[in-house]
């Protein structure tokens, strides 16, 4: 190639170089390559790890080790300085040799750093690659490890390190710990298990045609990653799905699931509603174009069967309450017998092929084979019943548990003569540790000298006796899964009281109205009043809307029946906040200033338990087996889980 044009190849890299600093200042974000020096002051005297000659991705090449290279290029490391400069005359140099036949063989030398490369000598050879759209460059490296494994960053650095030690993998940098584990599980590989040659060449290629698809729909959007993009996409295509697609399949596929993982990458993304949406104001020509389906036919999924799930029961007479509620409007029919990933696909196929256009699956364990559906079929509405869901695809809803466990607990505050409330709590999961604070601030207000003894039934299978043992006569066990007001009296349903012989009273018990709550989301779609596809919607429903009552026992005293319905009739009004107080927790700090109203979303993310509570959070590996897929997909502490592991 004669030497001018190589100069004309400088001026379209330099070209490119001063419109990546206009585009990146516009946006407020630095223009130029990072440099170690600043991201890690230690760099200059830590001896680091020296590895064997590697092929790295161009792409993690961010930075220069120090400060005296990086006025010279762009973030992307496209030259910046005149073509008349003795920096022009090596770089145009060193494209000239690119396009011979001798070509740029020397390796770089850099520093890695966190999964990022830090350019020490061979600047321009990285420029002139990076040019030529190379994607990846030979260079020598030496490893930098972090002093701690304080930040989720660290940690998951120090997962990449076993991961990179397996794979040989580093093209993927994840940010939060346990993601790694998350994608060997997508693989089908495990922990430590060492991949072949034709293995890591097989991932870095799939891969690479992810990243280059998920790259062409982000644009400038540096919010996203391609990492987090990937975790999400596995979900919907398997691996061996998304190894058998071509670039403009992968391309259509991330275009389809794109909302998704926009709202999941964004912490905030979630909008928790505690009421139906009103029924909006249309133009004639929009109502003609988007009328509301005049017979909408509804599939429910659920895990298990009525007999066994009482979960599953409370469900089902939810939607027999909805049948009689709406009539001819709407058909309803119930699946049972989710109880696997395959399973539940195999119904909610057969529930689109019976020609339904709204599917709710009735638990959080169901959540991902949702997602998957609602992909598949877009034009079919799917709900699950969960919160706190990043899905923009599947709208989650649940109900305000927490309200009904307030009234509750202002009556096991007033009928505990020895000062000792036991409750027994489900999952650690979002929503529960609020239910237990409420809980305990209604029975504060009528015993100011009360505690509350928490135990968990997925980490103990007789509760009950346990809190028998410390002395507790006043227990809050699990609620009324249907509103027949025959189920307060079965064994160990809401509060009871025991007596010396170890007889059980009810007394009262939230009663889960899902018959209302589907009625309200039903009649919402059969009205337009929702959009099929906006942010993350979490449907939070409670009293007021008639989703959760209470119901009274005749053994519940006559004065505290009255304050009782009182304070229920006041939160039916919406006229009570019950976390409209300081509240202070275990630790000291606080929960809630009383100045400020939390918000729903924060309520429902609340994970530190009051002052008034003996007992904790339980962590991960106290859990019984049958408790641990619940938790792991709606824990309130799901960033202490560890690695996934299980089939």
Not at 65 to 93: C, H, N, Q, Y
Not at 101 to 114: N, R
Request: proline share 5%.
């Amino acid at each position: 190639m004669e030497r001018i044009n190589a100069r004309e190849v400088y001026l379209k890299a330099q070209s490119l170089g001063h419109k990546e600093i206009r585009d990146l200042e516009s946006h407020g974000l630095s223009p130029y390559p990072a440099v170690l020096e600043e991201v890690f002051p230690a760099a200059s005297h830590t001896a680091g790890t020296v590895l064997p000659i590697v092929e790295i991705p161009a792409d993690r090449i961010i930075g220069t080790v120090s400060a005296g290279r990086t006025g010279v290029f762009s973030s992307s490391f496209m030259p910046l300085p005149d073509a008349g400069s003795e920096f022009a005359s090596k770089w145009i140099a060193l494209c000239e040799a690119h396009l011979s036949d001798t070509g740029i063989h020397d390796p770089i030398e850099c520093v890695e750093y966190l999964g990022d490369f830090y350019v020490r000598e061979g600047h321009k050879r990285v420029s002139v690659l990076r040019y030529f759209g190379a994607v990846r460059i030979p260079a020598k490296v030496r490893r930098l490890l972090p002093p701690e494994k304080n930040s989720p960053r660290e940690i998951a650095y120090y997962e990449f390190l076993d991961f990179y030690r397996d794979s040989h993998v580093y093209d993927i940098q994840f940010t939060v710990p346990g993601d790694y584990a998350k994608l060997l599980f997508a693989l089908g590989k495990k922990g430590g298990e060492e991949w072949s040659g034709s293995e890591t060449k097989r991932f870095v290629s799939v891969y690479s045609r992810f990243r280059e698809a998920f790259q062409s729909l982000s644009a400038k959007d540096r919010s996203l990653s391609a990492e987090n993009a990937l975790l999400l996409f596995l979900k919907v295509y398997p691996y061996e799905q998304l190894a058998a697609m071509s670039s403009p399949e992968i391309k259509k596929a991330l275009a389809g699931l794109w909302q998704d993982i926009r709202t999941s990458s964004e912490s905030e993304a979630i909008t928790v509603k505690t009421a139906p949406e009103e029924e909006k104001k249309k133009s004639v020509i929009s109502k003609l174009i988007s009328a509301s389906p005049k017979n909408l036919n509804i599939a429910l999924i659920c895990q298990g069967d009525t007999e066994k799930s009482p979960w599953t029961r409370g469900h089902v007479e939810g939607m027999n309450y909805l049948a009689e509620t709406l009539g001819d409007s709407i058909s309803v029919k119930t699946y049972f017998h989710a109880d696997t990933a395959k399973e539940a696909e195999t119904l909610i196929d057969a529930a689109v092929s019976d020609g339904a256009g709204l599917v709710f699956t009735a638990t959080p364990q169901l959540l991902d084979v949702t997602l998957k559906a609602a992909v598949m079929h877009p034009k079919i509405r799917f709900y699950n019943c969960s919160a706190c869901q990043h899905f923009s695809s599947v709208k989650s809803y649940y109900c305000r548990i927490y309200e009904g466990k307030f009234i509750t607990g202002m009556i096991a505050g007033a009928l505990a003569d020895n000062d000792l409330v036991g409750y027994i709590g489900s999952y650690p999961i979002m929503g529960v540790p609020a239910a237990v604070n409420a809980f305990a601030l209604g029975a504060r207000m009528t015993n100011p000298r009360v505690r509350i003894l928490l135990e968990w039934s997925s980490t103990e299978y007789d509760c009950v006796k346990k809190l028998r043992e410390k002395g507790v006569k006043v227990i809050s066990n699990r609620d009324i899964p249907t509103p027949d007001p025959q189920n307060l009296n079965q064994s160990y349903i809401g509060i009871f009281m025991i007596d010396e012989a170890g007889g059980l009273t009810p007394i009262a018990s939230p009663v889960w109205m899902w018959g209302r709550l589907y009625e309200n989301i039903v009649r919402a779609v059969l009205t337009n009043s929702t959009d099929k596809n906006e942010q993350a919607v979490n449907y939070w429903w409670g009293m007021d809307l008639g989703v959760i009552d209470v119901a009274l026992s005749d053994f519940v005293p006559e004065g505290v029946r009255r304050l009782a319905e009182i304070f229920s009739g006041k939160l039916k009004n919406g006229d009570f906040d019950i976390f409209a107080q300081k509240i202070t927790a275990q630790d000291g700090s606080i929960i809630s200033d009383g100045a400020v109203p939390l918000s729903s979303l924060e309520i429902l993310k609340m994970d530190r338990l009051m002052d008034a509570v003996e007992g904790h959070i339980p962590e991960y590996g106290e859990l019984l087996p049958f408790s641990r897929g619940l938790v792991r997909a709606l824990g309130v502490h799901r960033e202490r889980i560890p690695p996934e592991t299980e089939s």
